[in-house]
């Protein structure tokens, strides 16, 4: 207790000194939760910064492609820095690449083993543009959406309820295990490859492997799949699963689910086509492939097994219409207040800290389902009462909406711009997992 204490009054001397630096007009070093943001880079860079799961045991920074990532004893922040990205998104991408190759090269060394968290939820990406750095701090609020199934009564012809058979018990099946090990997953790639279990559970209950007279398996894993594709879809059309206009869908499925993921996911030999984990780029096309196996499991489990899903959820409409507006009518600051989140207390500085209101930018961003954002932005300039910047507040009629508590205290040079991306993300609690930390 006495050496945390020691840390964070020695962090806000730190702030205090940069502050009056400012103040007297010289330029400091930027920072993010005390790590530099350029280092000893003389001229400014592309970067970003994301939350770890856990603090790092010890200080490291490592040098990968020609960029810098580090890491600080006891703090969760690693900061990726040295591109040449003109962008927001070039620069998040970039960071995040290098942020992950300078991790696994940590953990290879034996210092650190960490893993990034929320990665496209919370972070803060920075780039040079003809004035100086633009830093642009993104934070995004997960909201569950719950819809219970409906439960109808049937009365007769006097109002009183008749009464109904029960349906048939589901009885337990071993596919079921690994489908709730890839709803429960927060890796991508586990929950893809528990859910493929799932299916070629199932379908070896449709469909049961050959075997010889001696009861050894003499039908190649291959051939089985394609086979045992061929007898689900007699039992339901396959159409459904694959885009429109594919005309066997048992060949599309086949060479997606078997040739594409599984066997790219189960093997890393050079030469290969391989799926490497964590790699932002492919996983777009893993989830989309994800969300095709997870459904034709479920159809299949429930002609094959009875297993029908209850519940029912939120169209993308329907979550637009009601979260979008609250993102226009807020007001957005910048504050060093340093108090943790607290959802009970509406003021937008509960220790007292100052506030500085940010410009709104663009309209409300609706492009992505289930997603909603909006940009506010200032000149670091116009914020020189706040030493530091520990919290950016969303307010409406005086009141906290939204808050997002940075890892640690945000320092910038008055030359650079600040950007704010708050918004929210909706999902169906009762529909199928698509979201997960990596």
């Known amino acids: 207790m006495q050496q945390d204490r020691f840390n964070i009054e020695y962090e806000i001397g730190i702030v205090v000194i940069l502050w009056r630096e400012i103040k007297v007009g010289r330029m400091v070093s930027a920072s993010f939760d005390s790590i530099p943001v350029l280092g000893s880079l003389a001229s400014p860079c592309a970067g970003a910064a994301f939350e770890l799961v856990r603090p790092a045991r010890e200080s490291e920074c490592i040098s990968v ?26 620069a998040f991408r970039a960071g995040l ?11 290879i060394r034996g210092g650190n083993h960490l893993a ?8 803060i990406a920075w780039w040079p543009d003809s004035n100086d750095l633009v830093v642009r701090v993104t934070s995004i609020a997960s909201i569950s959406i719950d819809t219970p199934p409906a439960t109808a009564i049937v009365t007769d012809s006097q109002g009183q309820p008749v009464p109904q058979s029960a349906p048939p018990p589901v009885r337990w099946h071993e596919s079921f295990r690994y489908f709730r090990l890839s709803q429960t997953s927060d890796d991508l790639f586990d929950a893809y490859r528990n ?53 066997n869908p048992v060949d599309y499925l086949w060479t997606e689910l078997y040739r594409d993921m599984r066997s790219a996911m189960s093997h890393a030999k050079s030469g290969r086509s391989i799926l490497l984990p964590q790699n932002e780029a492919e996983r777009k096309d893993v989830i989309d492939s994800l969300k095709r196996l997870v459904s034709l499991y479920r159809r299949l489990a429930e002609v094959h097994l009875n297993a029908r899903p209850t519940g ?24 060093d207040d ?14 007292g800290g100052s506030l500085c209101e940010l410009s709104s930018a ?11 954002t909006k940009l506010w932005s200032s000149p670091v300039s116009a914020l020189a009462e706040l030493p530091c910047i520990n919290r950016i507040v969303g307010t409406h009629d005086g009141k906290a909406f939204m808050a997002s508590v940075l890892n640690g205290p945000l320092i910038l040079n008055p030359t650079y711009r600040l950007e704010v991306v708050l918004g929210s993300r909706g999902s169906n609690a009762r529909q199928p997992r698509e979201r997960y930390s990596f």
């Open 195 to 247: 859910a493929y279990l799932a299916l070629e559970s199932i379908l070896s209950a449709i469909a049961p492997q050959q075997t010889n007279a001696a009861g050894n398996v003499n039908e190649r894993e291959g051939v089985w799949f394609r086979r045992a594709l061929t007898a689900a879809n007699a039992l339901t059309s396959l159409a459904s699963f694959v885009p429109a206009g594919v005309a």
């Open 97 to 107: 690449l290098h942020a992950q190759k300078g991790i696994d090269l940590m953990s």
């Open 312 to 335: 029912g959820g939120m169209f993308a409409v329907a979550f637009r219409m009601m979260f979008g507006p609250a993102l226009d009518i807020i007001k957005v600051f910048a504050s």
């Open 65 to 90: 492609d020609e960029w810098d990532v580090e890491v600080r004893k006891g703090r969760s922040t690693v900061l990726a820095r040295g591109g040449g990205e003109r962008n927001s998104d070039d």
């Open 362 to 372: 663009m309209p409300v961003d609706t492009a992505t389902p289930f997603l909603l």
């Open 338 to 351: 340093p108090s943790p989140f607290d959802a009970s207390n509406v003021k937008p500085a509960p220790s």
């Open 116 to 123: 990034i968290k929320n990665y496209d939820d919370e972070y």
